[in-house]
């Protein structure tokens, strides 16, 4: 499985973006996709989470209600929808497949993507 992030950038406070995960390969109906952060210094947290085939979806306390993930399995791509986005949620983003619906930490994932940057402006 490859996954490739695309949409992040620069944007100010208030302001939106949306990230894309692009899989290929091999997949199967019972993965689910898992929404990770980075922001120098820290440790990698757990943003949000869809399972493949767009059924559930699971969000951190931190993001639910301005974050939205989707699975669109005809493009083969998922998204994170990024609205009232404020200088906290700048990091690196990365998308990540695994088996488990719901899961929150990255040892639950297998494959990952190479990350996009998201910059936060005040």
């Known amino acids: 499985v490859q996954l490739v992030e695309s949409g992040g950038g620069l944007v100010q406070a208030g302001g939106s973006l949306r990230l894309s995960c692009a899989a290929s390969?091999?997949?199967?109906?019972?993965?689910?996709v898992g929404w990770f952060r980075q922001a120098p210094g820290k440790e990698r947290e757990w943003v949000a989470a869809v399972s493949w085939i767009g059924d559930s979806t699971y969000y951190a306390d931190s993001v639910k209600g301005r974050f939205t993930t989707s699975s669109d399995n005809a493009k083969s791509t998922v998204y994170l929808q990024m609205n009232s986005l404020t200088p906290g949620d700048t990091a690196v983003y990365y998308c990540a497949m695994g088996p488990s619906r719901g899961a929150t930490m990255p040892y639950e994932y297998d494959h990952w993507g190479q990350g996009t940057q998201v910059t936060v402006s005040s």
């Open positions: 390969g091999q997949i199967y109906r019972s993965y689910a």
